[in-house]
């Protein structure tokens, strides 16, 4: 079945020297094989897409990008040319290639204009945001003009995992549980319930962020966090479950496996779920299949497939 991705990504010559130090620890020939898919974007991406079914990708940098650059002019100039150089793959290809926008949220009113520059000039889709910005995190109440922004837009923010500002302590010795194992996605959840429970979507009501991972595990918790909202007298205009149904849409990036899927479809509704890949970490022919094979009706997998994505992302799509 056709499909659209909204987890793929690429790297610009300006941003390999973000990017390089998170590959440290993986083997030269791996290295030279990801490095080569991450700045293709002819036959070798095009093979992959066509395998796995993908009509059109949703192309965002690979981080960490300008989230860890400390001099915030530097981060504005880099994230604008990396904009820029996605621009011209995007124009070179519109049929089978989308944006998302790289922000240097070191400066929030920079990042408010450079937002509307690509959704607006370039035609991005939205931005694309990996974790915390030198340990500042989205629902600070300095982000605000940049979530005003997206409101105002109506274009989804989606929150890509990277590194804890500190390693955590409670995992010890076990390099093992770091990053893609499990911490990624403790720093990703965690991000996405500070903008809950610091009430960025009761001062935004109409933002929509995207989590990879089908939710980075938040769908399995909504009963526990509105129990535990109430014991702690949290004041939200709303539940905590309801804001991860309404505020939040999931992709399946990286979990390709019905258990995880059949709960987020549950959790947030069959309008809330899509498919990605996260090309070239995951293997994009893997998720296809997958999706293609998954044991759900019909209807559902074509929603999870292209219509959700074709829907919030406002892309034409034939059929
Ligand atoms: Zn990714």
Known sequence: MKKIALEEHFISPGLIEYWQPTMTDVPKPIFDKIHAALTDFGDMRLASMDGAGIEKAILSVSGPGVQVEPDAARATAKAAEANDFLANVTSARPDRYLGFAHIALQDPQGAARELERCVRDLGFKG???NGNSMGAYLDERQFDPFWAKAEELQVPIYLHPADPVQPYASFGSYKELTRATWGWGVETGTHALRMIFGGVFDRFPKALLM???????????L????????LYGVSLKRQPSEYIKENIAVTVSGMFSAEPLNCAVAALGRSRV????DYPFESAAEAGHFMDDVAIDEALREDICWRNAARILNIPMQG
Do not use: C, V
């Open 274 to 277: 899509m498919f990605s890949a």
């Open 223 to 230: 009963w526990r966090f509105d129990s535990r909202a109430k």
């Open 211 to 221: 989590l990879g991972h089908l939710g980075e595990t938040l769908p399995y918790l």
């Open 127 to 129: 931005a694309m945001i």
